[in-house]
């Protein structure tokens, strides 16, 4: 067996200190070693194996934490950790007391294909790191290398060709895909960040701002289109995760994707990267071709549409998690009163537990989120210092 842990962690805004990532907003030296301080607590809490990160501008930044989480790990291993010479120190408590350093580990790190450097107008990546060994070389999805096209049916009494369509160019955050092996299986792990809902208002031609951004003349239907803009975008990244989650399991191989979707388990971007749940039964359905009422699928054909769903499905770690242990509340951000989880890492069916061909099994599921309770907190005064969301992380057991 090969214990394994997994990782989701959005930083919220890593750079390093005086540099503009957003208009007006920096960090000085006291705050960056405020946030990195907290950072690397997280990161010596969680003392993953597999960590993906979101919201990384600056991957030395990302370097700094993980190396003080590291200097923080060997000070807590030399006070809780026997010595050689102890009898006892080959005991299993000790071997889960130990922090493992990231020394050695590989760290794949996507910049923002749209990040100029620019101050004020930065755009943040995501990384991935892992101390069990990269089986290929990293790939990075942004720029589609043909545009999406996602054309619309067209309603009763138009024309085909007048029903308009939506087409995406690049992604506004980039997928990082690592092949990873984990004991005697290789595993493809994506890690994400989908648009967020925060509006995406239109600037017309040389203006200063779009007119919804001026809140002293508010539009209230100016400001809704700016959601339907964001949401139309998230959600047809989340389908070119999808795609690539396909390519993957249609080589047969197990799939993990994990990061901040901006979404709940039930909105619509995270079941297209999910995948549809079947039917109970298809044998009562009308065929696709009914030429009459009794045009029904066979038992045969229905077993075989409930496989063909269910070979490319992905499983919600969160979910997995509420079914083994009856808690039925896990959240990763608060905001305006509403706690939800949007951050998620789900599984193909490699790690389900009816799945009779599977290679491992959930054993356990973690979330930090004490901080997110009122945004203040001792180790850090407010949430620009730490994170406003929380971090999660699946235990996992595969079979050797």
Known sequence: ???????????????????????????????????QSWLA????????????FQEIFDEAALRDVIAEADARGAALNDVSLPGRDKPYRKKAIFRHLAYTPYGAA???????????GQPGKRRPGVAILSRLPFEDAPEVIQDLAEPLDIPFQPLRGLPDDDAGYFRLRRLSRPILKVRIRMGSHIVTVFNCHLKSKLGEFHRPGSAAFAPEEDLTRYDPAGRAMGSLRAAMRRTAEAWVLRRAILDELAKGRPVMAMGDFNDGEHAVSSEII????????????LRHDAQHRDDRYSKEEAKQITENVERVRLHSAEKLFVRKSLRDMVFTTAFGGVYESIDQIYLSRHFHPDYGKRIGEMTYFSVLND??????????????????????????RLND
Do not use: C
């Open 41 to 52: 607590d997280q990161v010596l809490s969680l003392d993953a194996d597999i960590i993906g």
């Open 371 to 396: 901080h997110l309770t009122d945004g203040s907190h001792a180790e850090a005064p407010y949430n620009k210092l730490a994170s406003d969301h929380g971090q999660i992380m699946a235990h996992l």
């Open 274 to 285: 999910a995948g549809e749940v079947p039917f109970r039964n298809y044998a009562w359905m």
């Open 106 to 116: 590989n760290l794949a790190f996507a910049p923002n294909a749209a990040d100029t």
């Open 1 to 35: 067996m090969t214990d394994v842990t997994i990782a989701s962690f959005n930083t919220k805004n890593l750079i390093g200190p005086d540099q503009e990532y957003y208009e007006f907003q920096t960090y000085s030296p006291e705050e960056y070693a405020w946030k």
